[in-house]
C-alpha cells in the first residue's frame, strides 16, 4: 500500500477547522503531518481538540521539509510568498481562492512553479460538485439547446467571519464580496464558457471592500452571443443559485453541494425534468468536496499530472476580477429598493 500524501496544513484559521482537517482526516489517502498558524498556540490548540499528533509551528520553514505538499489557507496577501516558499523547496501546493491578491502575483507564481515543476493547485472547491461537471458535459453537448443568457446570485446578511481582520481591508483581501463569495462562480464561468469577450462592474465600495456588486459578462460564440449578470451581497439575503435561458427553455442549479440540475421546458411550462447521471457520478456526493480536492491535489502531485483546476485557471479567475474592478462604477445607494440590485 503507498505511504499517505503528507500534507501542512498552513493557516489554522475557521475554512482550516471546518474543511479542510476533517477532509483530510476522513480520506484514506492524506496524512496532517503539520499544523501552521503565525499566532502564537493557535496550531497547536487545533491539533490538541482534533486529538492529532502533527508537529505544530508557526512558521512555514520550520516543516518544510517534512511534507509532500501544502494547503495555504492563510490571508490573500499571504498566498504569493508562501506559495514562493513552497516552490524554492519543491513542495507541492494547493491555495485557497483567489491565488493571490494580484494578477502580476498570481502569473509570477504560476510562471515560477512550472519552471520549477511543482504542482499547483487552486482551492475553488466547488469544482468538484458533481453537479458542476455534470452540467459542463450536458452544455458541452447542446442538451438544452443554445444558451442565451445567465444569472447567478448569492447572498447573506454578514456571512463568513474570518478569525483576523483582513477580509475588511481591500488591499490584503483583494476586494471585497466579489472576491469572498463571487469568486467560486466565476472560476465556473470560466469553466462553462471561457473567458468573456466584455465585461462590467457596479459596487458600493467606495471607501472599502464592496459589500454589494453586481457583473455583467458577454460571450461571443459560434452558437451566437451570451449575457450573463452575476449578484452578490453581504447585507441581504439573495437565495443562491443560477439560471440559464436557452432557446428551449430554462436550466436551474440551486448552489449547494448536493443540488440536482433542472430544466423546464418551453414547450410544456406544466414540466419540470430532473437530469440525474445513469451509473456512477464523477465525485461521490457522499464525501465532501474538500476531500475530493485534497485528494485530487494529492494524486496529481504524485503522478505529475495536472490538478483538476490548476495555478493557471486560478491565474485567470483573478485576471477577470482584476479587469471588473478596474473598470467599476461606483453605486452608493439602497441596493433594495425597486429598480435597485434585487
Given amino acids: 500500500m503507498n505511504e499517505r500524501f503528507k500534507i501542512a496544513l498552513v493557516g489554522a484559521g475557521l475554512i482550516t477547522q471546518q474543511a479542510h482537517l476533517p477532509a483530510a482526516l476522513a480520506s484514506d489517502l492524506i496524512e496532517v503531518s503539520a499544523i501552521v498558524d503565525p499566532a502564537p498556540g493557535r496550531a497547536a490548540a487545533l491539533a490538541r481538540d ?12 520550520e516543516v518544510i521539509s517534512q511534507i509532500d505538499g501544502a494547503v495555504i489557507a492563510t490571508p490573500n496577501d499571504s498566498h504569493a510568498e508562501l506559495g514562493m516558499e513552497c516552490v524554492n523547496a519543491g513542495v507541492a501546493i494547493l491555495i485557497e481562492k483567489p491565488l ?66 483582513y477580509i475588511l481591508k481591500r488591499e490584503s483581501a483583494g476586494g471585497g464580496v466579489l472576491v469572498v463569495s ?20 457596479e459596487d458600493d465600495g ?3 471592500p464592496e459589500a454589494n456588486a453586481a457583473a455583467s459578462f458577454t460571450f461571443h ?16 439575503l439573495l437565495p443562491a443559485g443560477m439560471v440559464i435561458e436557452t432557446d428551449r427553455g430554462l ?32 465525485f461521490d456526493p457522499g464525501i ?5 480536492q485534497l485528494e485530487d491535489f494529492a494524486a496529481a502531485a504524485r503522478t505529475r499530472r495536472p490538478p483538476l483546476v490548476d495555478g493557471r485557471q486560478g491565474m485567470e479567475s483573478l485576471r477577470l476580477i482584476e479587469t471588473l474592478y478596474q473598470g467599476r462604477k461606483t453605486k452608493i445607494e439602497d441596493w433594495y429598493r425597486p429598480g435597485g440590485m434585487a
Avoid at 491578491?101 to 515543476?117: E, F, G, M, Q
Avoid at 469568486?183 to 471561457?194: K, P, S, V
Avoid at 459560434?222 to 441581504?236: D, H, Q, V
Fill in 206 to 208: 467606495a471607501a472599502g
Fill in 251 to 282: 436550466v436551474r442549479l440551486a448552489d449547494n453541494d448536493s443540488a440536482n440540475i433542472e430544466f423546464f421546458p418551453l414547450t410544456n411550462p406544466n414540466v419540470s425534468i430532473a437530469y440525474t447521471r445513469r451509473g456512477p457520478p464523477r
Fill in 182 to 201: 463571487g469568486t467560486h462562480f466565476i472560476d465556473r464561468m470560466l469553466y462553462f464558457w471561457g473567458y468573456p469577450d466584455a465585461c462590467a462592474l
Fill in 288 to 292: 465532501s468536496v474538500y476531500q475530493h
Fill in 100 to 165: 493571490c491578491s494580484s494578477y502580476p502575483d498570481a502569473k509570477a507564481l504560476v510562471d515560477a512553479a512550472a519552471r520549477n515543476d511543482v504542482t499547483l493547485a487552486t482551492g475553488y472547491s466547488t469544482r468538484f460538485r458533481d453537479s458542476t461537471c455534470f452540467l459542463k458535459d450536458l452544455l458541452d453537448r447542446g442538451e438544452f439547446g443554445a444558451v442565451k443568457r445567465f444569472v447567478h446570485q448569492f447572498g447573506t446578511a454578514g456571512g463568513w467571519a474570518a478569525l483576523s481582520s
Fill in 50 to 61: 482534533w486529538g492529532i499528533k502533527a508537529t505544530t509551528a508557526t512558521h512555514l520553514r
Fill in 221 to 236: 460564440q459560434a452558437g451566437g452571443t451570451i449575457n450573463g449578470m452575476a449578484r452578490y451581497s453581504k447585507t441581504g
